[in-house]
Structures are given as structure tokens and as C-alpha cells.
């Protein structure tokens, strides 16, 4: 079975722009997770999506907003980026409606300039 | 609001010797715990995950953790450290309340010397 994958491995951007993630699940996990990892603030929960709506979400800004298509795969989209926004982003995916047993993908590292 | 402390960011141990990395949460209710490692270039996996009935769980690798309720406590332990363990090591709680959100430890890196 195919892990969970995401898209793209690495991406540099500029101050302002905007970027979307890709992650594709686990095939048969409905949960898909998001998060930050950085050095100083270790790994932060973004949001979770389950079955095409957004079920928890963290402390992020509005900035921050994520979707979730049918075939479960999901996308996190950044606007307006800014510095601090450069960070590697984790996508997580799981069976069930919990965020039990979560298999994590290798990950975007967005650098922003 | 929910936190985990890993009050151990770096480890450095001999291959053979004992380990045990500390995690504390403050949160009032039913949580689940778990613990992840992320081998060198290898993407974050589960090490062990407690949800209840004993609080004694062992994980893969010959990994163990205690859950302490009175104390709030995780902590992860090993007898003896091999050098293929050096890895970063994560404590994360999920509350169990209706509004569910795992909170994840800075990490713990671990370096084995051989």
C-alpha cells in the first residue's frame, strides 16, 4: 500500500505570494491532518479534515485555509506569505475520524524569501 | 490551552546504556499519548500510544512508557540504546473532549555513540 505522499518536496517563494500544498492519503483513510514543524516550535497542529469538512483546527491565521476533495486527497493553501511562514509542513492521514494511528507523509519545505 | 513539555532536547547516550526521555502534558481530562520518532531522513512514525487500561505500554523496538496520571506524565524508556536509535523523539497528547486536537512535544533528539 502507498504511503501518504505530498506535493511538492520543496518550495522557495517570496514574501506576499502565495502557495498551495498537496497530500495525497493513505488509499481508505478519510482523515487528512496538517502540520508546522519548525526548530523552535516543534511540530503545530494546522487543521484536520475529515470527509471533506474541516473538523479541528489550531492556532494558525486565517492565512492558513485548507480543503478536502472526495478521494480524500487534500490541499493547504498560505496566502500573503511571510518569513516566518518558512517551515517544513507535515501532512498526516488516518482511518478513522481520530487522530489515532496517524501515517505521515515526507513532507513540503517551504522556504520563503 | 493544551501543552507538552519534553524537558530533554538533546540526548547523547553510549550504545548499551539506559534511556528514558521525560514528557509532561497539562491538560485536565481524558487524553491519549503517544510517542513518535523520526529516523534521519525518514518520515515520522508511531512508537507506542497509550488509550487506557494499563498504563504500561510497549512499543516497537523494544520501547516502553509509563503513563502517570497523578503526575502527567509519559515518559519514554529503553534498557539498553542501540546506535540505530538516534533519532528525534516526539511526545504528543490528544485531548479526548469533543473539539479533538493533537499537541505535539518540541522533539527530543537522541544521538547514540557507538
Known amino acids: 500500500k502507498a504511503g501518504v505522499t505530498q506535493t511538492p518536496r520543496y518550495l522557495i517563494k517570496t514574501r506576499g505570494q502565495q502557495v498551495t500544498l498537496s497530500c495525497s492519503p493513505i488509499?481508505?483513510?478519510?482523515?487528512v491532518s496538517w502540520y508546522q514543524q519548525t526548530p523552535g516550535q516543534g511540530l503545530q497542529f494546522l487543521f484536520e479534515?475529515?470527509?471533506?469538512?474541516?473538523?479541528n483546527k489550531g492556532n494558525f491565521p486565517g492565512r492558513f485555509s485548507g480543503r478536502q476533495f472526495s478521494n480524500s486527497r487534500s490541499e493547504m493553501n498560505v496566502s500573503t506569505l511571510e518569513l516566518g511562514d518558512s517551515a517544513l509542513y507535515l501532512c498526516?492521514?488516518?482511518?478513522?475520524?481520530?487522530?489515532?494511528?496517524?501515517?505521515f507523509g515526507p513532507g513540503t519545505r517551504l522556504t520563503v524569501l | 490551552a493544551q501543552s507538552v513539555s519534553q524537558h530533554n532536547h538533546h540526548v547523547i547516550l553510549s550504545e548499551a546504556a539506559s534511556l528514558e526521555l521525560g514528557c509532561n502534558y497539562s491538560?485536565?481530562?481524558?487524553?491519549?499519548l503517544f510517542w513518535y520518532v523520526q529516523y534521519p531522513g525518514q518520515h515520522l512514525q508511531l512508537l507506542l500510544k497509550?488509550?487506557?487500561?494499563?498504563?504500561l505500554v510497549k512499543g516497537i523496538k523494544g520501547f516502553e512508557a509509563e503513563f502517570i496520571k497523578s503526575k502527567f506524565s509519559f515518559n519514554l524508556r529503553k534498557p539498553s540504546v542501540q546506535w540505530s536509535d538516534t533519532a528525534e523523539y516526539f511526545c504528543?497528547?490528544?485531548?479526548?473532549?469533543?473539539?479533538?486536537?493533537?499537541?505535539f512535544g518540541i522533539g527530543t533528539k537522541l544521538q547514540v555513540i557507538p
Open positions: 497509550y488509550f487506557s487500561g494499563d498504563p
Open positions: 479534515y475529515f470527509s471533506e469538512t474541516q473538523r
Open positions: 488509499s481508505g483513510h478519510r482523515s
Open positions: 498526516a492521514s488516518s482511518l478513522g475520524g481520530v487522530q489515532v494511528n496517524q501515517f
Open positions: 491538560y485536565g481530562g481524558t487524553v491519549n
Open positions: 504528543a497528547v490528544l485531548n479526548s473532549g469533543g473539539y479533538q486536537k493533537v499537541t
